[in-house]
């Protein structure tokens, strides 16, 4: 009757995590750090968290850019970051100290920042792929390496972002699948390895947010980057669809508001569940639940299977479901 124990187990998971998980964690004297706010997602996480009564330290590239100035005025201590330079590091750990000074404890980090080149793994430059590692990966690891001897005694949490792109990897998209397939990696690891000291680890995915964020504004520009380093072989087999693709998808995204109104409530909402929850679940999708369901089955089988569902366009289909108007 081994199917019983699996039921009750099923009905016990369900309670927990809709009752047991409800309850919220106080803000008071509590730091929140976003990394990438200078647009989308970093910059409506940072202003949400800031008004859900956390201390927000939110990094970004432009110190007196558009966003910066946004989340000053709204009671954000800004600070500049570049995760492809640690030394930029001593900047935030310095603010971080100052605020344990005025009794303002780090509770948690959130990894935001990133950046993405459309494009195909062959076309993309050394430069194209070394920024996307750097950022996406290997800085969010190594920031969060230097937070954790403060986030381990306060026994607070990390937050990842990831994508569905880091669980179903497409083409044209190579080098960002990888680093969001390493940061999912990265914090189910990190996960384990923090659990005997009361930390939580939170992955959250949002879902099909070009259009809003930002993060495709210089596709057009990059492509055009690519075309003009590449070999010669690749300029004669690829030239016009590089061409084609970058004036299409300069026309589609880069007239895109840097700073405008992330507008995803459904996003927010499991954001907010993985900061403020005293028991946060392992992952959260701002995906509907059809979506996530589709790409939770797709993870199951096998890949031969799912490389006919992406070559036939069902994958891109099925997120057409999570679009953000």
């Not at 964690?25 to 202003?47: F, H, M």
């Not at 949490?157 to 990831?162: A, E, I, L, Q, T």
């Not at 990265?186 to 680890?201: D, K």
């Not at 036939?312 to 099925?318: L, P, R, T």
């Amino acid at each position: 009757m081994w199917w019983i124990g699996v039921g009750v187990g099923v009905v016990v998971g369900v309670v927990w995590r809709n009752v047991v998980g409800r309850g919220e964690v106080g803000v008071r004297g509590r730091v929140v750090v976003v990394t990438g706010c200078d647009s989308g997602i970093g910059l409506s996480l940072a202003r949400h968290a800031r008004r859900w009564g956390f201390t927000v330290v939110a990094t970004v590239l432009q110190e007196e850019g558009a966003a910066a100035d946004i989340l000053r005025r709204e009671g954000v201590v800004v600070v500049m970051l570049d995760l492809r330079h640690h030394h930029t590091f001593t900047t935030l750990t310095t603010t971080l100290h100052n605020l344990h000074l005025d009794n303002q404890e780090l509770w948690c980090l959130v990894n935001n920042a990133g950046v993405m080149t459309f494009g195909q793994c062959e076309w993309q430059t050394t430069a194209q792929v070394t920024a996307q590692v750097q950022v996406n990966l290997a800085g969010a690891i190594h920031l969060t390496s230097t937070l954790l001897p403060t986030l381990r005694r306060n026994k607070g949490r990390v937050v990842m972002v990831s994508s569905p792109t880091g669980q179903v990897g497409t083409a044209n998209m190579t080098v960002y699948c990888a680093t969001k397939a390493g940061i999912e990696g990265f914090t189910h690891a990190l996960r384990r390895e923090l659990a005997p000291s009361g930390m939580s680890v939170v992955l959250v995915r949002p879902c099909n947010l070009p259009n809003r964020t930002g993060i495709m504004r210089s596709t057009g520009v990059q492509l055009r980057e690519m075309l003009e380093n590449a070999a010669e072989e690749t300029r004669q087999d690829f030239g016009a669809a590089m061409t084609e693709a970058g004036k299409a998808l300069e026309q589609a995204f880069g007239g895109v508001e840097e700073t405008q109104e992330l507008r995803d409530d459904r996003l927010m909402h499991c954001f907010r569940c993985a900061l403020l929850s005293t028991h946060p679940r392992l992952s959260y999708s701002a995906a509907p639940w059809p979506v996530t369901l589709a790409l939770d089955l797709m993870q199951c089988l096998p890949s031969a299977w799912v490389d006919v569902l992406v070559a036939h366009g069902i994958y891109s289909w099925v997120l057409g479901f999570a679009k953000n108007k």
